[in-house]
């Protein structure tokens, strides 16, 4: 069986092991009380804590059930601090203060002393609710409470008057209590830790003794933590001076905490030997009523204050019990009804143990709290599985709701590969364009040998040519015709090449659709006029004249030369004067087209860097979503193994869970 335990207890502080690497990982919090439970099972410590309304009899149980009076347990003292109670070799006592230096004491009588001083009250202020005073009011205003708080608790804690004081007197003694220890208040102890040779069974479990819950249910900040740690809760309520029905208990079986302890919460109803056996019998039933959330084998009325008498009188004889008696009368401690069960049993020892062991019904708290102790160990691996598996549901809900966040955010990494490719190839396609395709265009246009301006124009002089060459008659007005029509071709050519660069540039590298940012050539019909030709076919006409020797005289005879109009030189030299012409305006528009050419490339290329700067931008961006998207993607693959990891952990939590439940049930 222990073997067995420390196997679980191993494996369950692996599975503490492994979740505290994971969240660690996942840079999540580990919640606190999940730490708070594993140190307590690596610790062996088991928390059993006392609760209930105060006077309910908490201490003193505690007290009987521990067979030797650790506690303050009386009319006269209250708990008013938290005491737990655990395992020791030798007896110890270590103090808390509010705002003080710890105290350790280990003397048992120095503890004893201890004990009974500090929790020890005035006669006036055993009715009123000191320990929600000291901890609500003066702890926590450093002696000062405002009066509005003050008004506050005196308010809620009006169903606290357990001696039915007048208003007055109640609202007055709590007002001196304050005036009284205001001063004292870092003194006042919030924590008291005792170390007590417990017998085999409490070895790992600590109990703890706490102040009362109020009326209204506050239980105090420091209880409900103790609360939350807790491994297993004793609720004490009396049997006499209270209702029954507490609806602070009431109030905390319906809180989550409650939920979490259910199969470890136990009623002690006190005070049962006042009762006579209907009448507790009538107490028993209704109780399971009212506390209906818990199993009828879990709540037991026992009588503390017989055990306690039992305890003392276990070791003595018959004749020490009887003396007990008597000196019990004398200084006014007697229990009437222990007394009167010693009569009954006619001053006999072993008669008045069985009697008083059936009144106390401590043999009932015992079982349930043997077989917890027994069982606690187990509950505790229990609890903590549960905890981190709940803490690992919500975690793994946290990430799937991040997952399906972060695939809103992402592309499709195989469209956004596709895009980069495109958008690359882009790129390179200007590229080119930029360093080779202007330059063949350039190449074919404005080559000074095999460029199609100059082949062109030649080509339309040369046709000029064998055009003149077919005139008949040497027609002064065919040749101005066939003049004139040329030089309107070579306009006509100037512009239509201009355009053809254009077409070509738009085809061939990048559609302008500014039609603005093009400088056209400059379209000026060439330089030549009907006025031109007329000047020129006048002045030439005296050139145009061939000279003839005439002889003259019979006798003498004389030679004589004499000039005249010649037509066809006439029609040569206009035709030589207007081909130089025409030589002039072609190489004029051969060296316009050709600067056209290198100017309008040049804004082309300058379109083709801007294309290329925007295609570099988009491309650039679209590495940067690939970048982003690759660590998102990244990030939903670490998350969904996460997921995968939570899950098989908590598969292993739940295979153990099952191993550890046959040894609570
Ligand atoms: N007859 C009888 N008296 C009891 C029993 N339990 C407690 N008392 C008495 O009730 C009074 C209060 O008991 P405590 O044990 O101090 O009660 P408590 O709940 O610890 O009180 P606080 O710590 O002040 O809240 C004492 O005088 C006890 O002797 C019981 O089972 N039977
Ligand atoms: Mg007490």
């Not at 280990?106 to 009123?128: M, V």
């Not at 130089?580 to 050709?594: C, E, P, T």
């Not at 290198?598 to 379109?607: G, L």
Request: proline share 2%; net charge negative.
């Amino acid at each position: 069986m222990i073997t067995d335990y420390k196997q679980k207890r191993e494996s369950v502080l692996n599975v503490f092991s492994s979740y505290t690497d994971i969240f660690e990982h996942l840079n999540e919090l580990i919640p606190q009380n999940i730490t708070y439970q594993a140190e307590n099972i690596k610790n062996n410590k088991f928390i059993l804590m006392v609760a209930g309304e105060a006077k309910s009899g908490k201490s003193t149980f505690i007290n009987a059930y521990l067979g030797k009076e650790v506690l303050p347990m009386d009319v006269k003292q209250c708990t008013s601090a938290i005491i737990e109670i655990e395992y020791g070799e030798t007896y110890e006592l270590i103090a808390e203060y509010a705002q003080a230096p710890k105290k350790r004491l280990i003397k048992e009588s120095e503890i004893i002393d201890f004990l009974t001083n500090h929790a020890a009250l005035k006669d006036e202020y055993r009715a009123i609710p000191v320990a929600a005073i000291n901890h609500e009011l003066l702890i926590k205003y450093n002696g000062n409470p405002p009066k509005r708080i003050v008004e506050d608790l005196i308010l809620g804690v009006k169903d606290d008057n357990l001696y039915n004081l007048s208003d007055n007197d109640y609202t007055k003694r709590i007002k001196n209590y304050i005036e009284e220890n205001r001063s004292g208040w870092k003194n006042i102890v919030t924590n008291i830790q005792i170390k007590w040779p417990l017998d085999q069974p409490f070895k790992g479990i600590t109990i703890i003794d706490s102040p009362g819950i109020n009326a209204i249910g506050r239980v105090g900040q420091i209880t409900e933590e103790y609360i939350e740690k807790a491994n297993a809760i004793i609720f004490v309520k009396s049997l006499s001076g209270q209702a029954l029905e507490s609806s602070a208990f009431k109030k905390f079986l319906q809180t989550k905490s409650a939920d979490k302890h259910k199969d470890t919460i136990y009623l002690v109803l006190t005070g049962a030997s006042d009762k006579s056996e209907l009448e507790l019998n009538k107490l028993l039933s209704e109780a399971k009523n009212i506390y209906s959330e818990i199993p009828q084998k879990r709540i037991i009325n026992v009588d503390s204050k017989l055990q306690l008498i039992l305890n003392l009188c276990a070791s003595k004889s018959e004749d020490d019990i009887d003396k007990y008696f008597d000196d019990a009368e004398k200084n006014g401690t007697l229990f009437p009804t222990a007394e009167r069960h010693w009569l009954k049993s006619k001053c006999r020892k072993e008669a008045f143990v069985e009697l008083m062991e059936q009144q106390s019904n401590f043999s009932r708290v015992n079982m349930a709290l043997e077989e917890f102790a027994r069982k606690a160990q187990y509950f505790a691996l229990q609890e903590l599985l549960l905890s981190i598996s709940k803490s690992y549901i919500k975690i793994i809900e946290k990430l799937k709701e991040n997952i399906d966040l972060n695939e809103l955010k992402i592309t499709d990494p195989k469209e956004l590969e596709r895009k980069i490719h495109q958008k690359n190839e882009e790129i390179s396609e200007i590229r080119r364009k930029m360093n080779e395709s202007i330059e063949i265009i350039i190449n074919d246009y404005s080559d000074s040998k095999t460029g199609k301006i100059i082949l062109e124009a030649n080509k339309s002089i040369d046709e000029y040519n064998s055009q003149l060459s077919k005139i008949s008659g040497k027609s002064m007005s065919e040749l101005e015709k066939l003049s004139f029509n040329r030089i309107d071709e070579l306009g006509n050519f100037k512009k239509t090449l201009g355009n053809e660069i254009i077409q070509k540039c738009n085809d061939e590298l990048i559609k302008i659709t500014a039609e603005n940012e093009i400088i056209h050539p400059s379209f000026m019909e060439p330089d030549f006029s009907q006025g031109d030709f007329l000047a020129l076919k006048n002045s030439t006409e005296g050139e145009a004249v061939t000279y003839r020797s005439i002889e003259e005289g019979a006798t003498f005879k004389k030679t004589r030369t004499v000039s005249e109009y010649s037509k066809d030189m006439h029609f040569e030299l206009v035709k030589d004067s207007i081909m130089k012409r025409l030589l002039i305006i072609k190489n004029d528009i051969i060296n316009d087209l050709q600067d056209y050419t290198i100017e309008v490339t040049k804004i082309y290329k300058m379109k083709l860097r801007e294309n290329a700067d925007e295609k570099k931008a988009e491309y650039d961006n679209l590495l940067e979503k690939k970048v982003e998207n690759d660590i998102i993607q990244k990030e939903i693959e670490a998350k969904k193994t996460s997921i995968e990891l939570l899950v098989q952990n908590l598969n292993i939590i739940t295979t153990l869970n099952g191993g550890i439940r046959s040894y609570v049930s």
